[in-house]
């Protein structure tokens, strides 16, 4: 079955400095890969997302994410982060099937420190 | 150029009564999805439809759940004789043609009293 693992709950870091939060994911097949921001009381905003070709994603606000098959991982990383980077992330897979749903993991918080 | 529309953004109800929940696609989609958000959790499906027709309702609660997705007008998730569990906030997205590019509402944040 489908699943996706995000490992942290919650990370604390910094405000300037790098970002890496983990995803590891659980499917058949080559899937479809999302990492989403929800701010409080807000929608999800897609950051960036894999389907094929170069494993290294970049998406927007300076977020990049690397699709390691050997891993099974989707790890999303900042080089600085920003006080406005806090917020809640979700990794997210799909089948490469059309007319399927996305699995979500839990979430991480993100809390930056001045 | 609209994105993924929700109403009510905030609904109450009590114990027993029932809630109606809104959701206008992108323009020129034709695929709407429902999850539901219960407190600290990630987003969990529960349906997927297109125009008059339920594709996938996996996710769906067999009892007091409803969604539909008329020819003209937006989905309606419907929740009958609405209990406490069911305060969650409950987001739409919409695709294109069924792939997973999907696109999120801001949701609706329903609290049962």
């Known amino acids: 079955a489908q699943s996706v693992t995000q490992p942290d709950i919650h990370i604390t870091v910094s405000e300037g400095a790098s970002l890496e939060l983990r995803c590891n994911y659980s499917y058949g097949a080559t899937p479809y890969l999302f990492w989403y921001v929800q701010s409080p009381g807000q929608g999800l905003q897609l950051l960036l997302k894999?389907?094929?070709?170069?494993?290294l994603v970049q998406g927007i606000k300076g977020f990049e994410a690397e699709f390691k098959r050997s891993q099974s991982s989707f790890n999303l990383r900042k080089p600085s982060v920003h006080w406005s980077d806090a917020a809640e992330y979700f990794c997210?897979?799909?089948?490469?099937?059309?007319?399927?749903?996305?699995?979500f993991g839990k979430g991480t918080r993100l809390h930056i420190l001045p | 150029n609209a994105g993924v529309m929700q109403n009510p953004r905030h609904l109450v109800r009590r114990r027993g009564q029932e809630a109606r929940l809104r959701c206008s696609p992108m323009k020129g989609h034709s695929h709407v999805y429902w999850y539901r958000q219960l407190p600290e959790e990630g987003l969990k499906f529960m349906v997927y439809l297109q125009k008059e027709n339920i594709i996938d309702e996996s996710g769906m609660p067999k009892e007091r759940f409803s969604a539909e997705f008329p020819k003209e007008g937006p989905s309606i998730l419907r929740i009958q004789q609405v209990v406490r569990g069911d305060s969650a906030a409950y987001f739409c997205?919409?695709?294109?043609?069924?792939?997973?590019?999907?696109?999120f509402g801001p949701g609706t944040r329903l609290t049962v009293l």
């Open positions: 997210a897979v799909g089948a490469t099937n059309r007319d399927d749903k996305i699995i």
């Open positions: 894999y389907f094929s070709g170069d494993t």
């Open positions: 997205a919409s695709s294109l043609d069924g792939s997973n590019e999907q696109f």
